[in-house]
T-cell receptor, first 112, second 113 residues
């Protein structure tokens, strides 16, 4: 079992819809959780971080964390074609939380 | 303020050759990371350095060595390159608490023939 699992997709949604991306992790002592966006041929960039159970909203993005279920999700409201990218879930674990493990990523396509 | 820089951008090696990938950051971050990215595999952690003077193995350390030369620089060495090491290599530096955001370099595309 991978430490961080994501559905590889592709996930296709129409413009203006809500895109829902999911991630599960195996290590219960994981401390902090991140969503990075990566456009084709580019470097990953952070879009959301979350550290405690519940929801965290930032503009059109909402991250949700459920530590009991070891589950993290990202909702993108009013999806735009510019949101088409690969979304990587990442988890910090280990002593001091310095060891970062990424999932394989979910490819999202937003159709105009 | 260049952020995270990596050299070279592209490299082709023959099996058995060695090379060092260079990474530098100018954001005064304590922690730095090396990842490789293969199609469909996401980012896999090779080595990381939580602070100057320390390095630790990640998920896929075999065939690699690292050096944290100083706070700014973190290099990755392939002693005897193998075709399985063909990949895109990303270096990242990590901002401290509370954000813990990682900032990535542009990547090095390495091909081993």
């Amino acid at each position: 079992q991978k430490e961080v699992e994501q559905n590889s997709g592709p996930l296709s949604v129409p413009e203006g819809a809500i895109a829902s991306l999911n991630c599960t992790y195996s290590d219960r002592v994981s401390q902090s959780f991140f969503w990075y966006r990566q456009y084709s041929g580019k470097s990953p960039e952070l879009i959301m971080s979350i550290y405690s159970n519940g929801d965290k909203e930032d503009g059109r993005f909402t991250a949700q964390l459920n530590k009991a279920s070891q589950y993290v999700s990202l909702l993108i409201r009013d999806s735009q074609p510019s949101d088409s990218a690969t979304y990587l879930c990442a988890v910090n674990r280990g002593t001091g939380g310095f060891k970062t493990i990424f999932g394989a990523g979910t490819r999202l396509f937003v159709k105009a | 303020n260049a952020g995270v820089t990596q050299t070279p951008k592209f490299q082709v090696l023959k099996t058995g050759q060695s090379m060092t990938l260079q990474c530098a950051q100018d954001m005064n971050h304590n922690s730095m990371y090396w990842y490789r990215q293969d199609p469909g595999m996401g980012l896999r952690l090779i080595y990381y350095s939580a602070s100057e003077g320390t390095t630790d193995k990640g998920e896929v350390p075999n065939g690699y060595n690292v050096s944290r030369l100083n706070k700014r620089e973190f290099s990755l060495r392939l002693e005897s390159a193998a075709p399985s090491q063909t990949s895109v290599y990303f270096c990242a530096s990590r901002e401290g608490a509370p954000t813990d955001t990682q900032y990535f370099g542009p990547g090095t595309r390495l091909t081993v023939l």
